[in-house]
């Protein structure tokens, strides 16, 4: 009995290069004995040989291509199949040795294909530095010259000498996607990339401070750049340039602070903003009227409490938080919160935001009411804090606008434990907001009569809205509060 599983990815949603959503269809061939078996083995057959060539193919470029070669024993049919299969996905790790994994590659690159290299997927993590440096920039260049579509060099063997990417893949104008990993980009001569749209780049080196910058600018449609840095790509100042770019990541993997670093934004159709880093200093961002989702995680390289009298430092924070506040859609952390308010920031207004995602730990409930003090539209709110025994300290809070006019929605994403401080923020929420339709939360207790006991305080607290519901729930049941 034999079995072949071939998942087959379907793409919804995005173009060809972003995988957003998958469909996997389960196709068996049952190649028993017996009366049953062969009519089930004849019916699973013919559903086989209705599929094209070329869609098989395109199935077959989804999975590890060393279950593509084992493919070719099924039936004649399927004896060659492998050889067209218009890309490459392998990893160091599936074979038993460093010569296995070299052959096998050479031998699937050394056939002659009619059509385009779509895809080249490489993984590796061996002790062969020298040889696989020299070896993976042959195979780079094979299939460049092969109208690649899809380039993903992922390489494991960290701490060790790097492979630098050779400059053909700068003028491989049918490239589309790009992700490398732990690898050097070099100097380019001359950059030709009209296609590019995806660009992801993790722990990368660069032969300059300026390749990344004329990478970026010269992918005139480029659309999708993540960036994942450390201090080991030697970049003062990261400046992002693009007319078309879409969506924005990058992330500081930095153990020690980059004080005189900077990452510079200047991209007017920018639609969605991600950072997460706590190393850079600066972070400017300009043409910003486009977004539309921003994902906040950073302290502009502020361990220490702020210093009062730095108004430079004052005046950049500013400046960020005026460049994304024609936002729709917000998250904003914790860490950040803590240094716009320990830095005496004049926040903006945030005149589009209706949607916030705000996480303030265990500071003070006065910073969420000042912060949504800003947002007057919004219409719905998740919060993360911790909950404590301890009083908040604050006496009576502001009610901010959009609470009396446009607040329906809100979600307590950390359990409530019945603690003071948590009461205090329902409270503060139910009290105060007249249009409010849904509350949200969860309770963390061992014990069902402390649940009994936090549900009964919580139908105490009064509404302002009548047709709001609270929703309450635990790991083990789910309440809605009349």
């Not at 606008?401 to 503060?428: D, H, N, Q, W």
Request: proline share 4%; glycine share 2%; aromatic share 8%.
């Amino acid at each position: 009995r034999i079995r072949l599983c071939i998942y087959i990815t379907t793409l919804l949603h995005e173009p060809s290069y972003l995988i957003s959503s998958c469909c996997f269809a389960k196709l068996q061939i049952n190649m028993d004995r017996g009366g049953d078996a062969k009519r089930e083995r004849r019916s699973d057959e013919d559903r086989l040989s209705n599929l094209p060539e070329s869609l098989l193919c395109q199935i077959m470029l989804n999975i590890p291509t060393k279950d593509v070669v084992k493919s070719s024993v099924l039936s004649r049919r399927w004896r060659n199949l492998w050889r067209y299969v218009p890309g490459l996905n392998v990893e160091y790790s599936e074979f038993l040795d460093y010569n296995g994994f070299v052959s096998f590659v050479d031998r699937f690159l050394g056939v002659e294909r009619e059509s385009c290299f779509e895809r080249f997927r490489l993984r590796y993590d061996c002790d062969e530095e020298e040889r696989t440096i020299s070896i993976v920039k042959r195979w780079i260049n094979i299939v460049v010259n092969q109208k690649l579509k899809v380039l993903d060099v992922l390489d494991y063997t960290w701490e060790n000498e790097e492979v630098q990417i050779p400059p053909s893949v700068y003028t491989c104008e049918s490239l589309v996607s790009m992700k490398l990993c732990n690898v050097i980009l070099p100097n380019p001569k001359f950059i030709s990339l009209p296609l590019v749209k995806a660009i992801e780049l993790d722990i990368v080196k660069f032969a300059n401070a300026l390749v990344l910058e004329e990478l970026i600018s010269s992918c005139s449609a480029l659309e999708s750049l993540i960036i994942s840095r450390s201090s080991v790509d030697e970049i003062d100042v990261l400046r992002v340039r693009s007319r078309s770019l879409l969506r924005f990541k990058h992330i500081g993997n930095c153990s020690d602070g980059w004080d005189g670093c900077e990452v510079a934004i200047d991209a007017p159709k920018l639609e969605y903003l991600n950072i997460s880093d706590h190393s850079t200093a600066k972070f400017r961002i300009k043409n910003s009227g486009s977004l539309v989702e921003a994902n906040i995680n950073i302290i502009f390289n502020m361990e220490e409490l702020p210093d009062p009298n730095n108004r430079p430092k004052r005046k950049m924070i500013q400046d960020f938080l005026a460049e994304i506040s024609s936002v729709k859609k917000l998250f904003i952390s914790s860490h950040t919160l803590e240094v716009i308010f320990d830095s005496s920031c004049e926040l903006p207004v945030f005149h589009n935001l209706s949607s916030l995602h705000i996480d303030f730990e265990d500071h003070s409930l006065k910073m969420l009411s000042t912060f949504l003090q800003s947002c007057p539209n919004l219409k719905s709110l998740v919060v993360e804090f911790k909950d404590s025994s301890e009083e908040d300290g604050v006496g009576v809070l502001s009610i901010p606008l959009c609470f009396l006019t446009t607040l329906e929605y809100v979600k307590i994403e950390r359990p409530i434990t019945g603690e003071a401080r948590g009461m205090k923020l329902v409270s503060y929420i139910l009290e105060n907001s007249p249009i409010l339709k849904k509350l949200t939360l969860s309770l963390k207790s061992s014990r069902e009569n402390e649940e009994s006991v936090i549900l009964k305080e919580l139908l105490t607290v009064p509404r302002l809205s009548t047709s709001c519901k609270v929703v309450v729930s635990d790991p083990r049941s789910c309440w809605l509060l009349a």
